[in-house]
Antibody
Framework: EVQLVESGGGLVQPGGSLTLSCAAS????????MTWVRQAPGKGLEWVAT????????YYVDFVKGRFTISRDNAKNSLYLQMNSLRAEDTAVYYC??????????WGKGTTVAVSS | QPVLTQPPSVSGAPGQRVTISCTGS?????????VHWYQQVPGTAPKLLIY???NRPSGVPDRFSGTKSGTSASLAITGLQAEDEANYYC???????????FGGGTKLTVL
């Protein structure tokens, strides 16, 4: 069964840091681009970052550039999102998704990040 | 503001047909990039419903169909069922942003 499981969410103070992880199984991880999408409470879906198969290319939405870093470890079938300088507006459920030909064909259940003092 | 524009809500009675529009621009849908649709039941993760304009993943009923023309796309749902009540999002790629873009989502209510 193809599966993505996110972890690492939690409560963090403004200006703090958090690293999210996404464990992949059921497919050949290093064959696919991967992406992070977030959803603020009561809001719609918002693309955050995408990485190619070997990690050599990374793409970010403007409002996280310089603060968030996407990375992957193909040996561990894992995707990561390092988030620094967190702001209240980064509060959201963060989803990891398999990125296939410009669309997200498999999604994890998400991990919740709350930024508050 | 979302780059792709969707109506905030649509509704229909069981058995009826509804459509959800998704309007973009020449840097995304109009540039030839595919439009993809996701269904999200509140409290759960999104699920791929239609990919590359018209294709249904395995397991998605043929009551769901997609079309694309110019800078817009539409999702049609026929034979509405209570279980179709959810939020629906369109998504494409934008070459001026070098990334994915979503619509704001449409809440479908089955009356």
């Amino acid at each position: 069964e193809v599966q993505l499981v996110e972890s690492g969410g939690g409560l963090v103070q403004p200006g703090g840091s958090l690293t999210l992880s996404c464990a992949a199984s059921g497919f050949t991880f290093n064959f696919y681009w991967m992406t992070w999408v977030r959803q603020a409470p009561g809001k719609g879906l918002e693309w955050v970052a995408t990485m190619n198969k070997d990690g050599s290319d990374k793409y970010y939405v403007d409002f996280v550039k310089g603060r968030f870093t996407i990375s992957r470890d193909n040996a561990k079938n894992s995707l990561y999102l390092q988030m620094n300088s967190l702001r209240a507006e980064d509060t959201a459920v963060y989803y990891c998704a398999k990125y296939n030909n410009y669309y997200m064909d498999v999604w994890g259940k998400g991990t919740t990040v709350a930024v508050s003092s | 503001q979302p780059v792709l524009t969707q109506p905030p809500s649509v509704s229909g009675a069981p058995g009826q047909r509804v459509t959800i529009s998704c309007t973009g621009s020449n840097s995304n849908i109009g540039a030839g990039y595919g439009v993809h649709w996701y269904q999200q039941v509140p409290g759960t993760a999104p699920k791929l419903l239609i990919y590359v304009n018209v294709n249904r993943p395995s397991g998605v009923p043929d009551r769901f169909s997609g079309t694309k023309s110019g800078t817009s796309a539409s999702l049609a749902i026929t034979g509405l069922q209570a279980e179709d009540e959810a939020n629906y999002y369109c998504q494409s790629y934008d070459n001026s942003l070098s990334g994915s873009v979503f619509g704001g989502g449409t809440k479908l209510t089955v009356l």
